[in-house]
């Protein structure tokens, strides 16, 4: 059974810094792009980054290019994301998720979410 | 990006009747392979999304068959036949096309 589940995130000041983890089980998480979407509270469905399997190919949104860092191990089957310079624009539930086909970015969709976690960035 | 508009905003539904949400696209979602990269997808409150329809029209596993999806290019339907009280929740379509982007959302209540 596919398992994804999400940690890290918590109460965070504006400017400060937070890194999310993904546990991954259930598949071959070595053969597959991994992503992150976000979820502002009451809001819709935002994409946020990717990694491709071996990492060596990320993408980020606009809104979070240059202060969000992508990253994984797949000895670990986890997957990362590095958030820096947080703001209050970030808060979210942050959502790991996994394509249903081991493809980098692009024509797929996401079979798997894992159950999300929170992040506040707030004084 | 391509950007993905849907209506309405928020639906109330007799239980046992119809619901349509609507969904446009501002480019094309048939992809040079011959697909139509579209999908659509329900977060039950307190849950993450789920997957009902890919590829335009194709039931993912498991999905009740009051669940149907139609459209091509820019203009996409996802249909309920008969509302039932698990139906409520946000709907979303959503396209692959890279980047992925998401429709705005619209939330199916029970009259």
Not at chain 1, 75 to 90: C, G, H, P, V
Not at chain 1, 91 to 108: E, G, N, Q, R
Not at chain 1, 111 to 123: A, E, I, K, N
Request: glycine share 10%; net charge neutral.
């Amino acid at each position: 059974e596919v398992q994804l589940v999400e940690s890290g995130g918590g109460l965070v000041q504006p400017g400060g810094s937070l890194r999310l983890s993904c546990s991954a089980s259930g598949f071959t998480f070595s053969s597959y792009a991994m992503h992150w979407v976000r979820q502002a509270p009451g809001k819709g469905l935002e994409y946020v980054s990717a990694i491709s399997s071996n990492g060596g190919s990320t993408y980020y949104a606009d809104s979070v290019k240059g202060r969000f860092t992508i990253s994984r191990d797949n000895s670990k089957n986890t997957l990362y994301l590095q958030m820096s310079s947080l703001r209050a624009e970030d808060t979210a539930v942050y959502y790991c998720v996994k394509p249903h086909i081991p493809v980098w970015v692009s024509l797929y969709y996401f079979d798997y979410w894992g159950q999300g976690t929170l992040v506040t960035v707030s004084s | 990006d391509i950007v993905m508009t849907q209506t309405p905003l928020s639906l109330s539904v007799t239980p046992g009747q119809p619901a349509s949400i609507s969904c446009k696209s501002s480019q094309s979602l048939l992809h040079s392979d011959g697909k139509t990269y579209l999908y659509w997808y329900l977060q039950k409150p307190g849950q993450s999304p789920q997957l009902l329809i890919y590829e335009v029209s194709n039931r993912f596993s498991g999905v009740p068959d009051r669940f149907s999806g139609s459209g091509s290019g820019t203009d996409f339907t996802l249909k309920i036949s008969r509302v039932e009280a698990e139906d409520v929740g946000v709907y979303y379509c959503m396209q692959s096309i890279h980047p992925l982007t998401f429709g705005g959302g619209t939330k199916v209540e029970i009259k």
